[in-house]
């Protein structure tokens, strides 16, 4: 197994370990209401096991304790700090596991729901990131692929996913909403019905055709319902990331200034990020 993804699925482990473990004091704390020094005690001994988490996780977060659960003298570290982001796209200054509420009792729920977001994250990162894949590009086949590929599609394109959800594509007649078709860029939009919706796509090919980036992205000018995240106005990142490509591989784009380049991104694509997609569009589409 790749030793990043490795280090995340041991890391999300004892999270959910430790989770359970602060729900048992919660309600030891409620049940024998022991003295405030006992209290604050555990909560550092539990700020401490957190931190021993956080420093296998981050290269850049030095504080470890020895003496306490999770320690690893010799960590191998995948991650660094600013590779996460707070709800506002802004890169986090120190993990979010280890903030200072978390060593105050009250906020034990707070930092439940801290760790069931960091939980979130490494699984999405560990899925997205290129370089926690595993390189099987030589050991699979090209039939092989093709089939791995049809079935997490579910045998539905791009434009299906979008169609059934109420989108339709820019017509090519528009010259800023229409697709570009560069050799090593593309960029296309689609709409709901009443105009309020876009959905955009944008694909790069980089490092000397080795490596697809793509990004997805949203409009809404729509006034939202409280259960959605995302401001009537703002554009919002919905998936992003890099996949490898093999240049022996016919399944894999080698440019992407044709319609049938294209759908060999968006296979790429929907391959990892069909579900994100999938659950962002249901909140959107036209009813």
Same mark, same amino acid.
């Not at 602060?22 to 096991?49: G, T």
């Not at 957190?50 to 960590?75: G, L």
């Not at 890099?242 to 991104?265: V, Y």
């Given at each position: 197994m790749n030793w990043r993804k490795q280090a995340v699925e041991k890391a999300i482990v004892d999270l959910e370990r430790h989770?359970?473990?602060?729900?048992?004091?919660?309600?030891?704390? +409620?049940?024998?209401?022991?003295? @405030?020094?006992?209290?604050?005690?555990?909560?550092?001994?539990?700020?401490?096991?957190?931190?021993?988490? @956080?420093?296998?996780?981050?290269?850049?977060?030095?504080?470890?304790?020895?003496?306490?659960?999770?320690?690893?003298? #010799?960590?191998?570290?995948?991650?660094?700090?600013?590779d996460f982001q707070n709800s506002d796209a802004e890169s986090l200054t120190y993990p979010l596991i280890v903030g200072r509420s978390t060593l105050r009792e009250r906020y034990i729920d707070s930092t439940i729901e801290r760790i069931n977001l960091f939980i979130k994250q490494l699984k999405v990162k560990s899925r997205r990131r290129s370089d926690f894949q595993e390189n099987i590009s030589y050991q699979l086949t090209e039939a092989k692929l093709k089939q791995m590929i049809f079935e997490a599609l579910g045998e539905e394109s791009l434009d299906e996913l979008l169609s059934q959800r109420g989108f339709k594509p820019y017509k090519y007649r528009s010259l800023f909403k229409g697709p570009t078709l560069h050799h090593l860029y593309n960029s296309r939009s689609w709409y709901t019905k009443d105009g309020k919706v876009e959905f955009t796509v944008q694909y790069n090919i980089v490092n000397?055709?080795? =490596?697809?980036?793509?990004?997805? =992205?949203?409009?809404?000018?729509?006034?939202?319902?409280?259960?959605?995240? +995302?401001?009537?106005?703002?554009?919002?990142?919905?998936?992003?990331?890099?996949?490898?490509?093999?240049?022996?591989?016919?399944? +894999?784009?080698? #440019?992407?200034? =044709?319609?049938?380049?294209?759908?060999? @991104?968006?296979?790429?694509?929907?391959?990892i990020e069909k579900e994100e997609i999938s659950q962002q569009l249901m909140m959107y589409a036209s009813k």
């Open positions: 989770r359970e473990d602060l729900k048992k004091v919660k309600e030891e704390i +409620h049940w024998s209401d022991p003295p @405030a020094e006992e209290i604050a005690e555990i909560m550092k001994q539990l700020f401490r096991e957190r931190a021993n988490i @956080a420093n296998r996780i981050f290269m850049n977060y030095p504080p470890s304790y020895p003496n306490n659960r999770y320690y690893d003298p #010799d960590p191998d570290s995948p991650f660094r700090i600013a000397n055709g080795s =490596t697809l980036k793509y990004e997805a =992205t949203g409009f809404s000018k729509r006034r939202l319902k409280k259960r959605l995240r +995302h401001a009537a106005g703002k554009r919002f990142r919905i998936a992003f990331g890099e996949i490898e490509l093999d240049s022996n591989n016919e399944s +894999h784009p080698k #440019d992407l200034k =044709t319609e049938e380049n294209l759908k060999k @991104a968006d296979e790429l694509m929907l391959s």
